[in-house]
């Protein structure tokens, strides 16, 4: 079955950028019918959307992120990233991956999720 | 910026019916999704678009929408139904609502 893998450091300095990479198993990124986003979510708070990514490249972000997010895709890896510069300690959190299935031509529910990974930012 | 609002805590009596609430302006008119969070997990999928169910989800798992609430129905709640719940809209894009925590007593 479909399996997401996030990959990346647990830890960032303050004003570093925070990089991280999902990778997709057991089914294929170039899929029609599927978006791929980010989503984080501190230490005892809820769920945040960073944004998501279509294989094509077409991205919908986080309006109060969006000026320091960049999100990609590699169809040739299966694979997508994200990327978040300027980080702070607000930044801390578990950062997942997640697919997120098309509905009348709009990203919809998220499913499967990866695992999640821990990113602190931290001196 | 559309927001959606749950109560940050429901208590239901083993065997009972949970019910927990999202709002949000015209919600009914949107598709909305909910998730059950289980400590140090991921979040898992339970209703999609307002009243399905993915494979493996119980039935006893239920949703509605109407209006300007949105309901996930939990009935013959079980000790292994204590879990962070959220919900889920797309409006421009992705919202999640800041989610309740069951608990069963």
């Known amino acids: 079955q479909l399996q997401l893998q996030e990959s990346g450091p647990g830890l960032v300095k303050p004003s570093e950028t925070l990089s991280l990479t999902c990778t997709v198993s057991?089914?294929?990124?170039?899929?029609?019918?599927?978006?791929w986003g980010w989503i984080r979510q501190p230490p005892g708070q809820g769920l945040e959307c960073i944004g998501t990514?279509?294989?094509?490249?077409?991205?919908y972000y986080n309006p109060s992120l969006k000026s320091r997010v960049t999100i990609s895709v590699d169809t040739s890896k299966n694979q997508f990233s994200l990327k978040l510069t300027s980080v702070t300690a607000a930044d801390t959190a578990v950062y997942y991956c997640?697919?997120?299935?098309?509905?009348?031509?709009?990203?919809?529910?998220?499913?499967?999720w990866g695992q999640g990974t821990l990113v602190t930012v931290s001196s | 910026s559309y927001e959606l609002t749950q109560p940050l805590s429901v208590s239901v009596a083993l065997g009972q019916t949970a019910r927990i609430t999202c709002g949000g302006n015209?919600?009914?008119?949107?598709?909305v999704h909910w998730y059950q969070q289980k400590p140090g997990q991921a979040p898992v999928l339970v209703i999609y678009?307002?009243?399905n169910r993915p494979s493996g989800i119980p039935e006893r798992f239920s949703g509605s929408n109407s209006g300007n609430t949105a309901t996930l129905t939990i009935s013959r709640a079980q000790a292994g139904d204590e879990a962070d719940y959220y919900c889920?809209?797309?409006?421009?894009?992705?919202?999640f609502g800041g989610g309740t925590k069951l608990t069963v007593l």
């Open positions: 997640a697919r997120q299935t098309l509905y009348q031509l709009l990203p919809n529910w998220f499913d499967p």
């Open positions: 057991g089914g294929s990124i170039s899929s029609s019918g599927h978006y």
């Open positions: 990514i279509y294989y094509s490249g077409s991205t």
């Open positions: 015209n919600i009914g008119s949107k598709n």
């Open positions: 678009r307002d009243t």
């Open positions: 889920q809209v797309w409006d421009s894009s992705t919202v």
